[in-house]
C-alpha cells in the first residue's frame, strides 16, 4: 500500500481560506467514511483535527472543514490564522489492517 | 486525564534488539484499539502496528512485518513494541496512539508525547 498524496506546501495569508487535498484510490480514500485530518506543530505530537471525513474534533474551531469527493478527500482552513501554521497529515484505512497517512502538508501563513 | 506516556527509546546498535513501553491513563485502556506511529526525522508520519483492545488481533506495516511485535497488558494499562533486528531507516519518534474504537479502526484519537529510537552504529 502507498501513502496518500498531499501537496508538500500550502500557503496563503491572514483571513484567507485554503485547501489541501488528499488522494488515494478506490480502495482507501474513496471506500473510506473513516478519513480523519492530523494537525502537528513543529517537535509536537500530531492533533487530531477532524474524523469521518467531515466531523470536527472536540474544541477545534470551526474554520476547520472536511470533504470527500470520489479517491480524494480535503481539508478546508477558512479565515487564515498566524497558529494553523503547521503540518497537516491526512489519515485512512485501506481494507482489513490496513493504515495509511498522506505524506504531510506543510502551511505557512504569510 | 487521558494520558499516554512512552518509554524505552534510545540509541541502539543495527541488529539489535529495543522493547517500547506505553502506560495509558485515564480512560478504560480495554475498551480501545491501539497503535504505533512513527516519525523519522524530518519526515511524515508512518504507520507502524495495530492492536486490538482484547489483543486478539494484531496487523503491522510492511516495513516491520517480521521484525517488529505489538502486544498489551490489560492488567496494567499498557501497550508495548519489541523491535528487533533494527535497521537505521527504523530511526524515528515512535508515538504510542489510542484508536476510538475497540478495532482500531476509527481515528487516532489520544497521541502521547512520543520516544525516539535511534539506530547507529
Known amino acids: 500500500q502507498s501513502a496518500l498524496t498531499q501537496p508538500a506546501s500550502v500557503s496563503g495569508s491572514p483571513g484567507q481560506s485554503i485547501t489541501i487535498s488528499c488522494t488515494g484510490t478506490s480502495n482507501d480514500v474513496g471506500s473510506s467514511n473513516l478519513v480523519s485530518w492530523y494537525q502537528q506543530y513543529s517537535g509536537k505530537a500530531p492533533k487530531l483535527m477532524i474524523y469521518e471525513v467531515t466531523k470536527r474534533a472536540s474544541g477545534v474551531s470551526n474554520r476547520f472543514s472536511g470533504s470527500k469527493s470520489g479517491n480524494t478527500a480535503s481539508l478546508t482552513i477558512s479565515g487564515l490564522q498566524a497558529d494553523d501554521e503547521a503540518d497537516y497529515y491526512c489519515y485512512s484505512n485501506g481494507g482489513v489492517g490496513v493504515f495509511l497517512f498522506g505524506g504531510g502538508t506543510k502551511l505557512t501563513v504569510l | 486525564q487521558v494520558q499516554l506516556v512512552e518509554s524505552g527509546g534510545g540509541v541502539v546498535q543495527p541488529g539489535r534488539s529495543l522493547r517500547l513501553s506505553c502506560a495509558a491513563s485515564g480512560f478504560t485502556f480495554s475498551s480501545y484499539g491501539m497503535h504505533w506511529v512513527r516519525q523519522a526525522p524530518g519526515k511524515g508520519l508512518e504507520w507502524v502496528a495495530m492492536?486490538?483492545?482484547?489483543?486478539?488481533?494484531?496487523y503491522y506495516a510492511d516495513s516491520v512485518k517480521g521484525r517488529f511485535t505489538i502486544s498489551r497488558d490489560n492488567s496494567k494499562n499498557t501497550v508495548y513494541l519489541q523491535m528487533n533486528s533494527l535497521r537505521v531507516d527504523d530511526t524515528a519518534v515512535y508515538y504510542c496512539?489510542?484508536?476510538?474504537?475497540?478495532?482500531?479502526?476509527?481515528?487516532?484519537?489520544?497521541w502521547g508525547q512520543g520516544t525516539l529510537v535511534t539506530v547507529s552504529s
Open positions: 496512539v489510542r484508536d476510538q474504537g475497540q478495532w482500531g479502526d476509527r481515528r487516532l484519537a489520544i
Open positions: 492492536i486490538w483492545f482484547d489483543g486478539s488481533n494484531k
